[in-house]
């Protein structure tokens, strides 16, 4: 059976960083591509980065760029997503996933917002991030 599970989410006050990790059973990391997406109240969910699998290149939604890296952890077998210079407005649920495509055949470019979730197919129940105003 495949598990995604997210750690490291919290309260954390603006200007704070959080490290977010992802860590799998039943598949490897490092066999997939592996998206970040989070969920806000009332919001649908966005897909904040993306690394591919073909070639480890990365993709960023333009509100994090500069403030978030996405890298593999090859020892503890992880997908961290190092978040900074937090904000109230990166208060959200985070998820995890996986795919079988590159980011690029998901939907990622120069903006997230032809991302299609549908292309992952394995998620994790998300880690929530609170940063208040």
């Known amino acids: 059976q495949v598990q995604l599970v997210e750690a490291g989410g919290g309260l954390v006050q603006p200007g704070d960083s959080l490290k977010l990790s992802c860590k799998a059973s039943?598949?490897?990391?490092?066999?997939?591509?592996i998206g970040w997406f989070r969920q806000a109240p009332g919001k649908e969910r966005e897909g904040v980065s993306c690394?591919?699998?073909?070639?480890?290149?990365?993709y960023y939604t333009d509100s994090v760029k500069g403030r978030f890296t996405v890298s593999r952890d090859k020892a503890k077998r992880t997908l961290d997503l190092q978040m900074t210079s937090l904000k109230p407005e990166d208060t959200a649920t985070y998820y995890c996933?996986?795919?079988?495509?590159?980011?690029?055949?998901?939907?990622?470019?120069?903006?997230?917002?032809?991302?299609?979730?549908?292309?992952?197919?394995?998620w994790g129940q998300g880690t929530q991030v609170t940063v208040p105003s």
């Open positions: 039943g598949i490897r990391l490092e066999d997939f591509t």
């Open positions: 690394m591919s699998i073909t070639d480890g290149s990365t």
């Open positions: 996933a996986a795919s079988f495509s590159s980011c690029q055949f998901a939907g990622w470019g120069d903006t997230s917002a032809y991302v299609r979730t549908a292309d992952f197919a394995y």
